[in-house]
């Protein structure tokens, strides 16, 4: 069966219920970013994912399907029978629950936004933690070799291929864990400390301007 159509009409949610009896491709294209990311479906499991004809590890397809939860515009189609034409990223995860389980994780991301660390703040290995979250165990594997030196979300979420957001979310669960500690904040942009200098100025102006 065919099918094609925009996020605006049809959410990934939507998408995912069609699929669950189908074999083949879902392609999603003009999404923001310019991203074209493919979702290869096989008797009710998502079996691979691929970012512009290349496939993700587990840890960035968990990233690019929780983009895809929130996407509101971007064409999609379906193409039956459809297979990677290249190997690897291979999944087994059922499409019922996935889409449940995906709005779960960003609601918890949101609720901790503010307490969420600075994209800038370099992080560093303290100790192995032990793990209950075989997601959050994905990112520490890819993760733990830049933690030894030293490492922020910003530069994890490049290197590792994930959204900025999940990685310092899962910065934020090591930190509670005693696994990583902050060893250098983030330095203060140009334009943070005018903005600093010019408040200072307006008070002091004010304060002298008022003596007088």
Do not use: C
């Not at 990223?89 to 503010?114: C, K, Q, S």
């Not at 994209?119 to 520490?140: C, I, Q």
């Amino acid at each position: 069966m065919a099918i094609f159509g925009n996020l605006k009409h049809f959410s990934l949610g939507d998408l995912l219920v069609l699929l669950s009896s189908q074999d083949g491709a879902l392609e999603l294209f003009n999404l923001p970013g310019r991203k074209r990311i493919t979702l290869y479906v096989s008797k009710g499991r998502l079996r691979s994912v691929h970012v512009n004809e290349r496939p993700v590890d587990p840890l960035q397809a968990r990233s690019v399907l929780g983009e895809l939860v929130q996407a509101e515009r971007g064409g999609f189609e379906f193409i039956p029978g459809a297979r990677p034409h290249r190997r690897g990223g291979e999944l087994d995860w059922p499409l019922e629950g996935l889409l449940v389980g995906l709005a779960a994780f960003n609601d918890e991301i949101g609720r901790v936004t503010e307490a969420l660390p600075h994209p800038d703040t370099v992080f560093r290995f303290v100790r192995m933690p032990s793990f209950e979250d075989p997601h959050l165990k994905e990112f520490w594997n890819r993760a733990h070799g830049y933690l030894v030196t030293g490492a922020s979300a910003r530069q994890l979420s490049t290197r590792l291929g994930v959204r900025l957001d999940l990685a310092r979310f899962y910065l934020h669960t090591l930190r509670q864990m005693g696994a990583v500690e902050p060893i250098r904040a983030a330095a203060a942009s140009d334009s943070s400390r005018k903005a600093v200098a010019g408040r200072l100025l307006s008070a002091l102006k004010k304060r002298f301007l008022g003596r007088g």
